[in-house]
């Protein structure tokens, strides 16, 4: 059965309050014309005077600071009178040296770099080497890994190292703890704001530390000098607007889903975009605005998926699969990721015999597509066989999409509201970067071609930031500190068919 899934080309229809006390204060300064900065945090831009006060890496400074600095920094700032201060704060993620290169680890947290990351200090990633001094920005995962805006290297190491991640293993004594693949040794009055005198395994911790002079991968950081519990993502109070970008950690039901310790909750009316609601599974990075009912649930008014999702469900043999590096179902190359979830060890230890391989992932800047999910569907079935993702190239009665032909003649074709589509009505309606659906199709491996079934228009065209009023509650990756969109340059530009 069908699952209407409602994709728009109309930007997020949040209407969100201005409540910041730093946006009312700057409005005489701006009448003034006093210099601003324009700040693009999602899918929403916001202009700002330069001399605004910010806490930069947790030193006091003011917005101008950030111009020529990389862009994808993380903020949070929350003008929610209750729940913090009106104050930007950019930060990293983490503050190291790069402890493994396959897989990619600085501080023994997992890094997903991608075409959408902003590299500095170095032409690419390739140019990584253990040892390297690196601060990294991003979106962290409830599995502790990266999704990563920012990675720049540094010339030498700072005077402090900074990691923030998933709590795995505590050895009580002597108060050593696990995050990631990194040891730390605690001493006492280090730790704060945990539920427990200490963290448990599954907790979120940003630890600080004094860096240690020619640091080995494997070696404890016994220089620990704070500690703290955290949350992936800021509360805020009811009634608060927010908006709010993140790493799905869990799918509670059809209507909920979980980003660490926060429940958003999306309805009939919630907006989708770059994906639809049976895409919200662990891994994928989403943004979210809407209105707090309460400090941990926030009710969505839109949700856009950082990147397009696509799907892929094909028969695949051990030689489509290289362990621990990618997948080709369909023959696509498809990248492990930091968040994926390999619930059969498909990515980690390849196929020992033919099987149908489902594949959830999401494409970068450049088209390439990374995972998030793999799963054993069962023996090998070229007669039902699945793919979703953007369209590439229209020539009817044929699409294309990652590079596959879909022929849809004979196929039972809908629009995203499961009402039927003629062929005619299907190809004056289908645009180049919408996302289609196909499922129960034919696979014909010689000629590439996924046919019959039945084929879905779910739409989907990209449109560039908006500006928008301040909500009480703001987080997620700064795409720009100027007008423009430095990081995230979108591939899937609309153009005509």
């Known amino acids: 059965m069908m699952t209407a899934i409602r994709y728009t080309a109309r930007r997020l229809s949040t209407q969100l309050a201005l409540v910041s006390l730093l946006a009312i204060a700057a409005a005489p300064a701006l009448?003034?014309?006093?210099?601003?900065?324009?700040?693009?945090?999602?899918q929403r831009s916001y202009t700002l005077p330069s001399n605004t006060p910010i806490l930069l890496d947790e030193?006091?400074?003011?917005?101008?600071?950030?111009?020529?600095?990389?862009?994808?920094?993380?903020l949070r700032w929350q003008a929610d009178a209750v729940r913090g201060a009106a104050v930007p704060v950019f930060s990293y993620t983490v503050i190291g040296p790069v402890t493994s290169i396959a897989p990619l680890q600085v501080l023994g947290q997992s890094l997903t770099v991608t075409a959408d990351t902003v590299i500095a200090g170095v032409d690419n990633v390739g140019e990584l080497a253990v040892g390297m001094p690196v601060v990294v920005a991003g979106?962290?995962?409830?599995?502790?890994?990266?999704?990563?805006?920012?990675?720049?290297?540094r010339g030498a190491q700072g005077n402090r190292f900074l990691l923030a991640g998933r709590v795995e293993e505590v050895l009580p004594?002597?108060?050593?703890?696990?995050?990631?693949?990194?040891?730390?040794m605690l001493t006492a009055g280090v730790v704060s704001g945990c539920a427990a005198a200490s963290p448990v395994?599954?907790?979120?911790?940003?630890?600080?530390?004094?860096?240690?002079?020619?640091?080995?991968?494997?070696?404890?950081?016994?220089?620990?000098?704070?500690?703290?519990?955290?949350?992936?993502?800021?509360?805020?109070?009811?009634?608060?607007?927010g908006a709010i970008e993140g790493v799905v950690s869990a799918a509670l039901s059809g209507?909920?889903?979980?980003?660490?310790?926060?429940?958003?909750?999306?309805?009939?009316d919630t907006v989708f975009e770059f994906g639809g609601p049976d895409d919200l599974e662990p891994g994928n990075a989403v943004g979210i605005e809407g209105t707090f009912v309460s400090m941990t649930e926030l009710l969505a008014d839109g949700i856009e998926f950082v990147r397009p999702v696509v799907r892929f469900e094909a028969p695949m043999t051990p030689a489509d699969t290289t362990p621990g590096v990618s997948l080709r179902p369909f023959g696509v190359e498809v990248f492990s990721s930091a968040q994926l979830r390999d619930d059969d060890d498909i990515m980690l230890s390849g196929l020992s015999q033919p099987r149908q391989v489902r594949v959830r992932g999401w494409l970068d800047g450049v088209g390439v597509a990374y995972a998030?999910?793999?799963?054993?569907?069962?023996?090998?079935d070229a007669a039902d066989v699945a793919l979703r993702g953007p369209i590439s190239a229209i020539a009817d009665p044929q699409l294309t999409v990652q590079g596959l032909t879909v022929d849809t003649t004979g196929a039972l074709l809908f629009d995203?509201?499961?009402?039927?589509?003629?062929?005619?009505?299907?190809?004056?309606?289908?645009?180049?970067?919408?996302?289609?659906?196909?499922?129960?199709?034919?696979?014909?491996?010689?000629?590439?071609?996924?046919?019959?079934?039945s084929v879905i228009l779910l739409g989907y065209e990209h449109t560039e930031p908006v500006p928008g009023d301040l909500p009480a509650v703001l987080a997620g990756t700064v795409r720009s500190y100027r007008g423009t969109d430095a990081i995230f340059g979108d591939g899937f530009e609309v153009t005509a068919p």
């Open 372 to 380: 998030t999910r793999v799963r054993d569907r069962g023996a090998p």
């Open 31 to 42: 009448a003034g014309g006093t210099a601003t900065q324009t700040l693009i945090v999602g």
């Open 173 to 184: 004594q002597p108060g050593r703890l696990r995050v990631g693949s990194q040891w730390l």
């Open 255 to 268: 209507t909920q889903f979980a980003i660490g310790d926060l429940i958003v909750t999306h309805g009939p």
């Open 416 to 453: 995203a509201d499961e009402m039927p589509l003629t062929p005619a009505e299907l190809f004056a309606q289908v645009r180049r970067n919408q996302v289609v659906d196909v499922s129960g199709a034919q696979w014909n491996a010689q000629t590439r071609t996924l046919s019959g079934g």
């Open 59 to 74: 030193q006091p400074a003011v917005l101008s600071d950030l111009l020529g600095r990389p862009a994808g920094l993380q």
């Open 201 to 241: 395994v599954g907790e979120h911790v940003e630890m600080r530390a004094d860096a240690i002079v020619g640091f080995q991968p494997g070696g404890d950081i016994d220089t620990v000098t704070a500690l703290t519990c955290t949350t992936l993502v800021p509360f805020g109070t009811p009634g608060a607007s």
């Open 139 to 153: 979106l962290v995962d409830a599995n502790g890994s990266v999704y990563t805006s920012l990675i720049e290297v």
